[in-house]
């Protein structure tokens, strides 16, 4: 998906090209509409609505792990007006998580997190072979009547059992949270319409009702699970108990948001890749230790997350075009990680390729949640080949009306 030369710009054409990207072909494979894109405006173009879209890899990692472009942070979307998609109830929640956080406060925060450091991952681990074990006898049973639903059965469970177990969440409420993270996901949309932004916007009250809930009752019965150290944590920089309890509630969305969406995207493409083509399959059930490639290679070729959002700190020029400060760039990482400059041949997937891509952005916003990620990808992979016979796919799947956020909304399998 290179670009040799931009044509002249021309926003009615780009405007198109959006509307298409929304319809099912477009979001069946997004990749024609980038190529596309790129062709038109080069590796940085005008967007059709405001600011630049940026599809060069080198541009985007630049961008990433620049100090220079910052978040669109609680304080810049209160600057758009009452009027814009960053005044929404939803939009001006995620304003104050930790991904939309700047320095110093970003540190502040993540410093009260901690991390997904080597014990709490090898915790996870032996809830995740468990989990994975039992999920996997559930597909075996369903695939013994026939076709089976991947996604639903196994990328959707895994997710949450993982988080909910870690955080001591309920298995009664897994359900609820993961649904309420389907719908709250849209305010992080590229161009969500009044109509997803209003879902996004009930199920933001609802995950705040019950978190808050969670930390109050964390905060009355401690223990020694993620959240009750998060308490400790706050309570000793943060006088005031009601602003830690909401901070400690702010780290607990974000988590689950995070843990829950785009690893269950990410599992479901995983098996994708694995099932459109027998040869896959045959190669990681031969070559074991493939299986950390591939899921590198799945993250490049289809990432879980599209677009990527940044602001200039101030007046710049972004691969000769003169951009404001405040002003966004949308950067899209899964056309940058199709970019010819930086990948031979970046439409053929290839388990053996280096890996390189931006799925899980870069610098101080590098993704916190990256090792759990990886691991529950990683590990589906190595039991699903050593416990199933190939699957094969039955139908390409469906997908979420989405274009920043990538979601299958199916997987039907069958055994070969």
């Known amino acids: 998906m290179g670009v040799v030369s931009a044509r002249p710009y021309d926003r009615r054409a780009a405007v198109s090209l959006f509307s298409r990207l929304r319809t099912a072909a477009g979001q069946a494979d997004p990749f024609p509409f980038y190529a596309e894109l790129a062709e038109r405006g080069g590796a940085v173009g005008p967007a059709p609505w405001g600011g630049s879209l940026?599809?060069?890899?080198?541009?985007?990692?630049?961008?990433?792990?620049?100090?220079?472009?910052?978040?669109?942070?609680?304080?810049?979307?209160?600057?758009?007006?009452?009027?814009?998609?960053?005044?929404?109830?939803?939009s001006r929640e995620m304003g104050r998580t930790l991904p939309a956080l700047?320095?110093?406060?970003?540190?502040?925060?993540?410093?009260?997190?901690?991390?997904?450091?080597?014990?709490?991952?090898?915790?996870?681990?032996?809830?995740?072979?468990?989990?994975?074990?039992?999920?996997?006898?559930?597909?075996?049973?369903?695939?013994?009547?026939?076709?089976?639903?991947?996604?639903?059965?196994?990328?959707?469970?895994?997710p949450v059992a993982?988080?909910?177990?870690?955080?001591?969440?309920?298995?009664?409420?897994?359900?609820?949270?993961?649904?309420?993270?389907?719908?709250?996901?849209?305010?992080?949309?590229?161009?969500p319409s009044a109509t997803q932004l209003a879902r996004s916007d009930a199920a933001t009250a609802a995950l705040r009702t019950y978190f808050v809930d969670l930390v109050h009752g964390r905060r009355d019965r401690p223990g020694t699970d993620p959240v009750s150290r998060w308490i400790r944590a706050w309570d000793a920089v943060e006088p005031d108990r009601a602003e830690a309890d909401e901070q400690v509630y702010l780290l607990a969305l974000f988590v689950v948001l995070a843990a829950l969406e785009t690893t269950s995207t990410l599992l479901t493409m995983v098996a994708l890749r694995?099932?459109?083509?027998?040869?896959?399959?045959?190669?990681?059930?031969?070559?074991?230790?493939?299986?950390?490639?591939?899921?590198?290679?799945t993250l490049r070729y289809d990432p879980p997350t599209h677009v990527i959002s940044r602001v200039a700190?101030?007046?710049?020029?972004?691969?000769?075009?003169?951009?404001?400060?405040?002003e966004m760039a949308h950067l899209l990482v899964a056309a940058a990680h199709r970019d010819p400059a930086r990948h031979a041949d970046p439409d053929r997937f290839d388990p053996?390729?280096?890996?390189?891509?931006?799925?899980?952005?870069g610098g101080i916003h590098y993704c916190l949640g990256a090792p759990l990620a990886r691991l529950e990808a990683q590990t589906l992979l190595r039991h699903l080949t050593r416990r199933l016979p190939r699957l094969t796919l039955v139908r390409p799947p469906t997908w979420a009306p989405r274009v920043a956020f990538r979601r299958p909304l199916n997987l039907d399998v069958a055994l070969a």
């Open 54 to 90: 940026v599809t060069g890899f080198d541009l985007c990692d630049q961008i990433l792990r620049s100090r220079e472009w910052l978040e669109p942070d609680a304080h810049w979307r209160e600057r758009q007006g009452a009027g814009t998609r960053w005044n929404a109830p939803s």
């Open 102 to 158: 700047n320095p110093p406060d970003h540190t502040r925060v993540r410093r009260a997190a901690g991390g997904f450091d080597r014990t709490a991952v090898q915790d996870m681990g032996r809830t995740l072979d468990e989990v994975t074990h039992r999920l996997l006898d559930d597909l075996a049973d369903r695939l013994r009547d026939g076709e089976a639903d991947f996604a639903t059965l196994v990328s959707e469970e895994l």
């Open 162 to 191: 993982t988080i909910g177990h870690w955080l001591g969440l309920p298995a009664t409420d897994w359900p609820l949270l993961r649904d309420l993270t389907h719908e709250q996901v849209f305010t992080q949309e590229l161009l």
């Open 274 to 297: 694995l099932v459109e083509q027998p040869d896959r399959w045959n190669l990681i059930a031969s070559c074991p230790d493939l299986v950390p490639s591939f899921v590198e290679e």
């Open 313 to 326: 700190a101030r007046d710049t020029v972004l691969g000769g075009r003169e951009i404001r400060r405040d």
């Open 352 to 361: 053996l390729r280096k890996p390189a891509h931006l799925a899980f952005s």
